[in-house]
């Protein structure tokens, strides 16, 4: 017998109100080929993640790093998807920063295997050695990205600038994207769960290239050759199917949207 503890009146309605936000996008998302095409390739990161790093045992202290992040990034997906789901936008865009940056410092692992025992050790009151690791430092250092084709890595900065803007510091662009659709004084702020198909699109559109990008890196921190033999087919056709996605619908923007 379960167990249903009361909770407040204004509680209880935001979240029957998260319910039917939820059952209103799963529904515009069945009308909306491209965007099952979009969540497909989101599982199928998600499943890289669960695949080569949680289920996966670790054969050294690396490796069990690499399965920390991992284990991040899963739920990091996890809470990123429900929050588009559930018509929080923006905090979504939080999330999924969070995963870029996941993204970003395993990159540097794959380019310097030996930066993971340098970041695992840095000293918090040590500028210089923080340095080595912060967003900006690393994304000098990446020529290539997993998923992105050749020639728009340089994208990634401007990724980086709109997930900054949008989802995580408190500015003009990110509270006038919370906006409803109407003009002049009627355009009110939306709080709560909020059901929009043009900023549901766009988020999700980035949520495929972050995710995909973050599963990419991890496997190649991991290094691909020293996986066992079974868990490389998945990983290449993950590859693939990244490209492939990445060569139809674009990479990261060149600048930011309009709202």
């Keep these: 017998m379960s167990i249903i503890l009361p909770l407040p009146e204004n509680l209880s309605n935001l979240l029957e109100e998260q319910e039917e936000a939820r059952k209103k996008t799963i529904v515009m998302i069945a009308e909306q080929p491209d965007w099952q095409e979009h ?9 890289i993640v669960d695949f080569i790093a949680i289920k996966r045992i670790h054969q050294n202290e690396n490796e069990l ?9 899963f739920n990091d997906y996890s809470a990123a998807f429900d929050l588009l789901l559930t018509g929080y936008y923006q905090v979504s865009l939080m999330v999924q920063r969070d995963i870029f940056e996941c993204a970003l410092l395993l990159s540097k692992f794959a380019l310097d295997r030996d930066s993971i025992q340098r970041w695992k050790n840095v000293n918090p009151e040590n500028n210089q050695e923080k340095n080595e690791f912060r967003p900006n ?13 050749v020639g728009n ?3 990634i900065d401007y990724m980086y600038k709109l997930l900054c803007e949008l989802g995580v510091h408190p500015t003009y662009i990110g509270i006038n994207s919370l906006l409803g659709d109407d003009v002049g004084k009627n355009r009110l702020l939306k709080v709560g769960p909020m059901i929009n198909k043009f900023k549901f699109r766009s988020c999700l559109s980035d949520f495929v290239r972050i995710s995909a990008m973050a599963a990419g890196s991890l496997v190649d921190a991991f290094n691909i050759e ?4 079974k868990y490389r ?27």
Excluded: V
């Design 137 to 149: 430092e690393i994304r000098k250092l990446l020529k290539e990205s997993t998923g992105i084709p």
């Design 153 to 155: 890595t340089s994208n």
């Design 226 to 229: 020293n996986l066992e033999e």
């Design 39 to 47: 969540i497909q390739l989101i599982h199928d990161s998600m499943n």
């Design 233 to 259: 087919p998945t990983c290449k056709k993950h590859r693939e199917l990244c490209k492939l996605w990445f060569t139809k619908h674009g990479t990261f923007p060149g600048k930011l949207p309009k709202y």
């Design 65 to 73: 790093i690499l399965r920390g992040l991992a284990a991040r990034l």
